[in-house]
């Protein structure tokens, strides 16, 4: 979630505060998916935020800490990050509304790992993860995302038959 297609204008994102000011250490995995659950299931809280856009995904930031963040992200189908890591931060994230598809790499000896993510389900993950979050259903998606530290960066790649090769980073600035 992450915010990772421009639709969010800067009207819509607080700023978040400039890493290093005050940050805590990093929240983990586990305490980043009970923030996104909870928040899941308190609609009144972000669906009045929610838009569609069948230009891209549309995205905004609901939570700015110095030590996390929460993003709401809205999905129509064959939308899709690719395949993009976190710039090192901690994640976690809930299908709110709808189902989503996950795909990951495993270990040389699991290949492409492809998860389902129904409403109600929440996936955990450290620093290193990279990962292509998309909505193959035939109906849009609500999802939530928190990172800690918040995100300062997200690299890009693609799957070719030896393994992920990067090809582009972005940082807060692009969102």
């Given at each position: 979630m992450?915010p990772?297609?421009?639709?969010a204008?800067a009207?819509?994102s607080?700023?978040p505060?400039?890493p290093?000011?005050?940050a805590?250490?990093?929240?983990?995995?586990?305490?980043?998916r009970?923030?996104v659950?909870d928040?899941a299931?308190?609609?009144d809280r972000?669906?009045h935020?929610?838009?569609?856009s069948?230009?891209?995904r549309?995205?905004?930031r609901?939570v700015a800490?110095?030590d996390?963040?929460?993003w709401?992200?809205s999905w129509?189908p064959?939308q899709?990050?690719?395949?993009?890591?976190h710039?090192g931060?901690r994640g976690?994230f809930?299908?709110?509304l709808?189902?989503?598809e996950?795909l990951?790499l495993?270990g040389?000896?699991q290949?492409?790992?492809i998860?389902?993510?129904?409403?109600?389900t929440a996936r955990a993950?450290?620093?290193e993860?990279v990962h292509?979050?998309?909505n193959?259903?035939?109906?849009?998606?609500?999802?939530?995302?928190?990172?800690?530290p918040?995100?300062?960066?997200?690299a890009?790649?693609?799957?070719?038959?030896?393994?992920?090769?990067?090809?582009s980073?972005?940082?807060?600035e692009?969102?």
């Amino acid at each position: 979630m992450s915010p990772h297609t421009r639709t969010a204008t800067a009207s819509e994102s607080p700023t978040p505060a400039p890493p290093g000011a005050g940050a805590r250490a990093p929240l983990t995995p586990g305490t980043l998916r009970t923030i996104v659950r909870d928040l899941a299931e308190q609609p009144d809280r972000w669906i009045h935020h929610v838009r569609l856009s069948t230009e891209e995904r549309w995205y905004r930031r609901l939570v700015a800490e110095d030590d996390h963040e929460v993003w709401l992200i809205s999905w129509l189908p064959g939308q899709s990050t690719g395949f993009h890591d976190h710039g090192g931060s901690r994640g976690a994230f809930t299908v709110a509304l709808g189902e989503l598809e996950e795909l990951s790499l495993g270990g040389p000896d699991q290949g492409l790992l492809i998860r389902r993510v129904p409403a109600g389900t929440a996936r955990a993950f450290g620093p290193e993860y990279v990962h292509d979050v998309r909505n193959t259903a035939s109906g849009p998606a609500v999802t939530l995302h928190a990172y800690s530290p918040p995100l300062s960066s997200m690299a890009h790649y693609d799957l070719r038959a030896g393994g992920l090769v990067r090809t582009s980073e972005e940082g807060p600035e692009q969102w």
